[in-house]
């Protein structure tokens, strides 16, 4: 059985490359998680999970994510991406919900706050608190964006 992770991070990263997964990779670097391999997970936060600024999680180590990215070789074209973590009851689950498209980081923002607002309402849940990240990048010749919730376990803090 897998350890489930008692906190949270937000981050979002922006870049360049040569082919979209330099793109891509340089976002990630940017973000402070190029070093770690993302396990891609759905869309619940783990009960008591708590936020923290800063998690210190040693290179290589399998890193539970919910992320938005997007990436794109159109010179001038503006990307986001952003990420949207809501919590309840303080006991209880939360939803994560990610974005991205072809827009600002503000409207990003806006999307992704409403979607987290509809998840909680169709589960019948109490929006309590809600922790939103976005970032936006006009592409140059082969940009990338991504905004992440970032799970982890008790040690390495």
Sequence with gaps: MLATPCKFTLVAGHGEGGTPLNAFDAALVEAGIGNLNLLRVSSILPPSTQLSRDLEIPPGSLTPTAYGF????????VIAAAIGVGIGNPDGYGVIMEFEGCCTKDEAEA??????????????????????LGIDHRVEAVGSVIAEAVLWYGSGE
């Design 70 to 77: 997007i990436t794109s070789s159109q010179p001038g074209q």
């Design 111 to 132: 999307r992704v706050r409403m979607m987290v607002e509809e998840a909680f309402e169709k589960r019948g849940l109490t929006l309590r608190e809600a922790h939103v």
